[in-house]
């Protein structure tokens, strides 16, 4: 049965995150119209948001109201109000480790019990999260008008630093050597990458995303200016879920329902608003609304439905699969699953859509996943080390 569980699991991982990463890439790109006059790309970031963030939270509620204790009011479920006893944990998705709203794991660190449960602090955190995820949304998306997939992937694998970041500018928290020697790996392998790409491929892509070869030249500063500020908001997300996690008993399903819950709030009062235009957040025409803009772009170019359906259904069941994951399996397993994912997912997007890599950009991405694979094997062995003194401790209680 364990077996199975975990060979589902892997395959939900692997399978949502597939075709989610299928999805984005395709909706970064220009649609044809209906009547076949032009292409167009589609500039509703917020409306695709709030596609996904609503699915998601369904999926989070529906998941949470299907396992949830027997005789649990429906505040508890939705962690509003304390478990009965400390030992509790129904399912926590804090017993192996944490987990983000983005599919991407999170590092333990130590339990800093809060003397009383304060409902207020728990949702105004909530809502921070979903405030950093709105933001880094459209800075992702924006991203992909000007570097490559691959790259994009590459430098989302390198969520350690800016959490690394964030925490010590957020919530003064240090970090061991290992760590630091991760940083430099990692940003050692995307500046290879970045520097050592073809010229011609880039210019390709420029060409692919409806830029002029006049702006190719200035995409990858502007690509890797956007993508770190979504990767800056990411990390301010993610030490804002550690915070959460080490001071409130909450499980990562509750976590995933609140956050999007807020992110829905929040993308769907701004989409009906005639916002005038915001580089990134509102690309469309000054003064029509995202809402609006979207909707008519869905009718004079269908093609996009489905690709913006695959975009928000698989990224909602994804993120249930990563919380089951976490749950039974615990935080290394599920760090495995997505480093390889992540590769498979550069190795699927250069064979769907023909992306060439240099040899050099291929030795900057190996830097990369070598990094983060130092970071999973030290992982692994604190993970061990713990289990050995834990039996030692269980030995010497049965022996009194």
């Known amino acids: 049965m364990t077996f199975v569980r975990l060979v589902t699991c892997v395959g939900g991982v692997y399978s949502m995150f597939l075709l989610w990463a299928i999805a984005q890439e395709r909706l970064s790109v220009p649609f044809k119209s209906i009547d076949g006059s032009g292409s167009d790309k589609f500039k509703s970031p917020l409306f695709m948001g709030t596609c996904q963030s609503a699915l998601s939270a369904l999926s989070a509620f529906l998941y949470i109201f299907l396992r949830r204790r027997s005789g649990a009011s429906l505040y508890e479920s939705l962690g509003l109000e304390p478990p009965p006893t400390p030992s509790a944990t129904n399912g926590s998705a804090t017993t192996n480790g944490h987990a983000t709203t983005n599919g991407h794991a999170k590092h333990d660190h130590p339990h800093k019990p809060s003397t009383r449960f304060s409902k207020r602090a728990l949702l105004v955190r909530y809502l921070q999260c979903s405030v950093f995820i709105t933001s880094a949304a459209p800075f992702g998306f ?5 570097i490559s997939y691959p790259a994009m992937v590459l430098g989302k694998s390198c969520k350690l630093v800016p959490v690394m970041i964030m925490n010590v500018l957020l919530y003064r928290r240090r970090f061991a050597l290992h760590k630091y020697v991760v940083v430099a790996m990692v940003t050692t392998g995307i500046t290879i990458f970045m520097y050592l790409g073809d010229p011609k491929a880039a210019a390709k892509h420029a060409a692919k995303q409806g830029t002029t070869q006049n702006t190719s030249q200035y995409a990858s500063v502007i690509g890797i200016t956007y993508l770190l500020i979504n990767l800056l908001l990411d990390g301010a997300t993610n030490s804002t879920q550690d915070e959460i996690f080490s001071r409130h008993r909450v499980t990562g399903q509750q976590m995933m329902f609140w956050i999007n819950v807020f992110c829905t709030l929040i993308t769907s009062v701004l989409a009906v608003l005639p916002l005038p235009y915001i580089p990134v957040i509102h690309p469309g025409a000054p003064g029509q609304t995202e809402l609006g803009g979207a909707l008519a772009f869905i009718r004079s170019h269908p093609d996009i439905i489905v ?29 495995t699953i997505t480093l390889t994912r992540k590769l498979f997912t550069m190795l699927l997007s250069v064979v769907i859509y ?16 070598a990094g983060i694979s130092v970071e999973a094997w030290v992982k692994r062995k604190d993970v061990h080390a713990k289990r050995v003194i834990q039996e030692k401790e269980k030995a010497k209680i049965k022996s009194l």
Do not use: K, N, R
């Open 307 to 335: 690709p913006l359906a695959q975009f928000a259904f698989t990224g909602a069941l994804g993120q249930l699969f990563i919380f089951e994951t976490l749950q039974h399996f615990g935080s290394l397993t599920l760090v």
């Open 354 to 369: 023909g992306h060439q890599l240099t040899s050099g950009q291929w030795l900057g991405a190996a830097v990369v996943f």
């Open 142 to 146: 924006a991203a992909l008008s000007y």
